[in-house]
Each structure stands twice: as C-alpha cells, then as structure tokens.
C-alpha cells in the first residue's frame, strides 16, 4: 500500500499537498481559492493554471485520498474470511481516514455524476442478494468519520461503526 506522495515539488504538487491538507479537515465550501494558493506558495492563478477552478482540484485530490482507502479496504478483504472480513475493512477504512485526517474529504460522498468506490467495494462484499446494504453500510461508515472532526470521540465513533455492523451479521 503506497503512502500519499506528491508528484513533485513543483507548483502543481504543492497545489495538491494543500488540497489534501484542507480538504481532509475542511469542507469544500470552507476553504478558499486564495487559502489554497496561499498554503502551496503559489498564485491563485496556478491553481486555474494546472486544475481550472477549485472544484478541479477537489475532484482530483478526492479520487486520489478514496483511491487509497479502497486499496487498503479491498487489501483487508482479500487477506479475511467473509463475513468477518466486513467489519475489520471498515475499521481498516476508519482508522485509515482518521490517522491520515482524510475525514472531510472521504466523509463526504462524491459528486452525483461520479461513481462511488466505497459503496461498490461494500456491494462487492455483502450478499449480492442485498445490494442496499452496501450504501447503507457506506453511509454509516462516512457519518461515523465525521463524528470525529472537530474534536469528536474517535473511540465512540468507530465503536457505534462496528456495533451497527455486529448487527447486518446477526440479522
């Protein structure tokens, strides 16, 4: 599993470098253009350069931060037996989320036009007899981030994650 590593130095990394650190503890509407530029030592006017408007850059450190915590998740999955499996990757996905503060960026789900990875991986892994499980279980999981910005208990949030998945096993 690879660590989160800008492509370069360059105006464009340090661009993304900022958007994951502000984007991770700040709503998109929170965090300005200029905080952004100012943050990678840039101009306003390299961010528009290199990713065409704040929702850009957004995207693209989003899909970048979600990339990694599915490859962990599906990681955690593969190495498991089902059903235990579920609740170990979504404790994997917690903690991952949490430690590297990705609990903005990752919480919030993706735009409607784009797909959603973390539901699929769930869909993949409860019964396929189920499918709204996996949204349900997605859905649980980004509030249960959530819960810990701002100073929010991590120990409560991630114990009400895995209580609520004890019980989709014995229903």
């Known amino acids: 599993?690879?660590?989160?590593?800008?492509?370069?130095?360059?105006?464009?990394?340090?661009?993304?470098?900022?958007?994951?650190?502000?984007?991770?503890?700040?709503?998109?509407?929170?965090?300005?253009?200029?905080?952004?530029?100012?943050?990678?030592?840039?101009?306003?006017?390299?961010?528009?350069?290199?990713?065409g408007s704040k929702l850009a850059l957004y995207e693209f450190v989003r899909r970048d931060v979600e990339q990694r915590l599915i490859d962990r998740m599906e990681g955690a999955a593969s190495t498991l037996a089902a059903p235990e499996s579920i609740g170990a990757v979504l404790g994997i996905g917690f903690d991952f989320a949490v430690r590297m503060s990705f609990q903005r960026i990752l919480g919030e789900p993706p735009a409607a036009a784009e797909g959603d990875a973390l539901v699929d991986l769930l869909d993949a892994l409860v019964s396929p007899a189920a499918p709204p499980l996996g949204r349900l279980l997605a859905a649980a999981w980004r509030a249960a981030v959530l819960a810990t910005c701002d100073g929010g208990d991590v120990d409560a949030a991630r114990a009400a994650l895995l209580t609520l998945h004890v019980r989709t096993e014995n229903s």
């Open 1 to 51: 599993m690879r660590e989160w590593v800008p492509v370069s130095t360059s105006a464009k990394g340090r661009l993304a470098l900022a958007a994951v650190r502000a984007f991770g503890a700040h709503s998109f509407d929170a965090v300005s253009v200029a905080d952004l530029a100012a943050e990678a030592n840039v101009t306003t006017g390299a961010l528009y350069h290199h990713f």
